[in-house]
């Protein structure tokens, strides 16, 4: 693995069902991020974690949790998919030791609720 | 709030000079960010500021000025290849990017 990878890369999902979108980096970085991205509207941070063992809420998380067990694993899970949930989802994660902190995106998923 | 302001499409012509304007509003700053994003694909780094000036970076350049709340990213010597969106993004006082609509740059012949 280089970088950071996120699966599915797409799926269509019936509305109600449960769905887990996987992210994983080898970069060793502390923090890790889930965005949506709709058309028209900026990436939206749904949650982060600022370091293993931890998350918080970004702008939009309700219908979404995330878990942080160990350094390189973020996965986001959908409990109950609704329509409005149809979106682009990136990963990111960032070092948080450097003095710029940027941040490395994933490929994406694009996740279809019917 | 936070707000973020960029044009949502600008179009200019290969191996000319273009500008994408992006004002601001956070709570907090802990510098700028922009990012390229290709249609389809995920964004990437392309300059960063804290301070005040401009940032040259090949054929790219980023000015930031804090006290009016306002960056832009300079692209010289278009290239088709520079067909992508644009997106402008604040650091604010979490250590959070807030993100901008992105500004579609199109590049005609």
Redesign the interface.
């Known amino acids: 693995i280089a970088g950071i990878t996120q699966a599915p890369t797409s799926q269509i999902l019936a509305a109600g069902r449960r769905m887990t979108l996987r992210c994983t980096q080898d970069m060793r970085h502390n923090a890790m991020y889930w965005y949506r991205q709709d058309l028209g509207l900026g990436l939206r941070l749904i949650h982060y974690s600022n370091t293993a063992g931890t998350t918080g809420k970004g702008e939009v998380p309700d219908g979404y949790s995330v878990s942080r067990a160990n350094t390189d694993d973020f996965p986001l899970t959908l409990a109950s998919a609704v329509p409005s949930q149809t979106s682009v989802y990136f990963c990111a994660s960032s070092d948080r030791q450097g003095s710029v902190d940027e941040q490395f995106f994933g490929p994406g998923t694009r996740l279809t609720v019917l | 709030g936070q707000n973020?302001d960029q044009p949502t499409e600008m179009t200019a012509t290969e191996g000319a000079i273009v500008q994408i304007n992006c004002t601001y509003q956070t709570s907090g700053f802990n510098?700028l960010?922009w990012y390229q994003q290709h249609a389809g694909?995920?964004?990437?780094?392309l300059s960063?500021n804290v301070l005040d000036g401009l940032e040259e970076k090949g054929r790219f350049s980023s000015f930031l000025s804090r006290s009016k709340g306002y960056s832009y990213l300079l692209l010289k010597e278009l290239q088709m290849k520079d067909s992508a969106s644009y997106?402008c993004?604040p650091?604010d006082s979490n250590?959070?990017?807030?993100?901008?609509?992105?500004t579609k740059l199109i590049i005609k012949p």
């Open positions: 973020i510098g960010f694909e995920a964004p990437t780094f960063y997106l993004a650091m250590y959070q990017l807030i993100w901008g609509a992105g």
